[in-house]
């Protein structure tokens, strides 16, 4: 048996067909499979509007764009994850300051953050980035309450969190990221992913003016549309660049790969739900071994499958002796030397004890399911004999 990772893209058939189709055509990049895959994620998780970009670091940083940070400004993250959702602000060049976690949930600490606003000077924060960690969907509308309080507004990293869904105070379903509540969410499409793009991200609001913004940064500041310029229009080669922009577009090819993976995502949710029922059934009865606990008002993605062992070091020796690669998510951020050396060290000790004994097992639906009886033989071994 190969190696198993602890995640890894999987591509029919289908998708070949899907990219091949793009190359043979006649737009490689900036033509209608864009704007298809755009439309197609929209619908999907039941949003306004998608903007499809080169990857998740791009959506995060056009994010903060469309929403004014800049220098002066103070914006709360939190320190799980991985380190574009504080880079994002300093991009801008705002402070950051992190924000403990819920060790259940391993997302933000709701009651600590409401606390934190609550003792801090009015004004003191713009606003903040949550995090749906590992695919847990955070509890978006009771973080918007509390930002509405404050007058934060909220970006929602949900790259984790493709599919993810909560039942809101009204009993509806909310697919996380879908800008319901968080005034920008983004969504990556790594090769780990739910969706692989091989690079790719997706910025989605239900805000017209941030979504024009997102467009407009997106594409090195540059309209092409008339009705938009601010000088008098030339003839139909016209275009404005009205801001400092970027190229962060992504190209047909990947969005055509992206398409064809979407028409899958309902199946490859149930999969890695599969996985989980099953790692917990066969894992459940080692107390050594604390597992994800998930309540049944929400649906979790599963991007990640995190356990807790205070034997994380050697477990992870022991699955790579055996044909495992596992990983560990995450590092927290404020330990990271860069944010040290900006701010000095701090102690957000949940998320400490979490990066101490946290492993993510693997978690993808392409998992056979002799891989994963080879996962759970191994770790059976090693805390049973």
């Known amino acids: 048996m190969k190696t198993i990772s602890y995640g890894r893209q999987e591509i029919t058939e289908d998708d070949i067909?899907?990219?091949?189709?793009?190359?043979?055509?006649?737009?490689?990049?900036?033509?209608p499979m864009?704007?298809?895959?755009?439309?197609?994620?929209?619908?999907?998780?039941?949003?306004?509007n998608s903007i499809a970009v080169t990857n998740g670091t791009a959506a995060l940083h056009l994010a903060a764009l469309a929403l004014g940070v800049r220098e002066g400004q103070k914006v709360l993250v939190t320190t799980n994850s991985?380190?574009?959702?504080?880079?994002?602000?300093?991009?801008?060049?705002?402070?950051?300051?992190?924000?403990d976690i819920d060790p259940q949930t391993m997302c933000l600490d709701l009651p600590a953050l409401e606390q934190k606003l609550k003792s801090a000077k009015p004004g003191t924060y713009s606003g903040l980035v949550a995090v749906d960690f590992a695919g847990y969907p955070m509890d978006t509308e009771s973080l918007r309450n509390l930002a509405d309080q404050f007058g934060l507004w909220i970006i929602e990293d949900a790259c984790h969190a493709v599919g993810a869904r909560f039942l809101n105070s009204k009993n509806e379903w909310i697919f996380s990221g879908n800008g319901k509540y968080a005034d920008i969410s983004v969504f990556s499409f790594h090769p780990v992913k739910h969706i692989a793009t091989g690079e790719g991200g997706m910025v989605v609001t239900a805000n017209a003016e941030l979504?024009?913004?997102v467009r407009l940064f997106r594409t090195h500041g540059i309209t092409k549309d008339p009705s938009l310029m601010?000088?008098?229009?030339?003839g139909p080669w016209s275009q404005e660049m009205q801001v400092l922009?970027?190229?962060?577009?992504?190209?047909?090819?990947?969005?055509?790969?992206?398409?064809?993976?979407l028409q899958r995502i309902q199946k490859n949710l149930l999969r890695r739900r599969s996985i989980a029922d099953r790692y917990a059934s066969e894992l459940g009865d080692i107390k050594a071994l604390s597992l994800p606990k998930v309540p049944k008002n929400l649906e979790h993605a599963y991007h990640l499958y995190v356990v807790h062992t205070e034997q994380r070091g050697e477990l992870f020796s022991h699955l790579q002796k055996n044909g495992v690669n596992p990983q560990v998510h995450y590092i927290?951020?404020?330990?990271?030397?860069?944010?040290?050396?900006?701010?000095?060290?701090?102690?957000?000790?949940?998320?400490?004890?979490?990066?101490?004994?946290?492993?993510?097992?693997?978690?993808?639906?392409?998992?056979?399911?002799?891989?994963q009886g080879h996962v759970i033989k191994v770790v059976r071994k090693f805390y049973l004999g």
Do not use: W
Not at 246 to 260: E, M
Not at 347 to 371: F, I, N, V, W
């Open 34 to 48: 864009v704007e298809k895959f755009e439309n197609d994620f929209s619908r999907f998780i039941q949003a306004s």
């Open 332 to 371: 927290p951020i404020h330990q990271q030397p860069y944010y040290q050396n900006l701010y000095g060290k701090m102690q957000l000790p949940r998320a400490e004890k979490h990066y101490q004994t946290a492993l993510s097992l693997p978690m993808y639906h392409g998992m056979s399911d002799e891989e």
């Open 82 to 99: 991985f380190a574009a959702s504080a880079n994002c602000i300093r991009y801008c060049g705002a402070d950051v300051e992190f924000l």
């Open 17 to 31: 067909k899907a990219v091949v189709g793009v190359l043979k055509g006649d737009y490689l990049t900036q033509g």
């Open 245 to 261: 922009g970027y190229n962060y577009r992504i190209s047909d090819i990947l969005c055509a790969l992206g398409a064809s993976q």
């Open 211 to 213: 979504a024009a913004k």
């Open 230 to 234: 601010l000088n008098p229009v030339d």
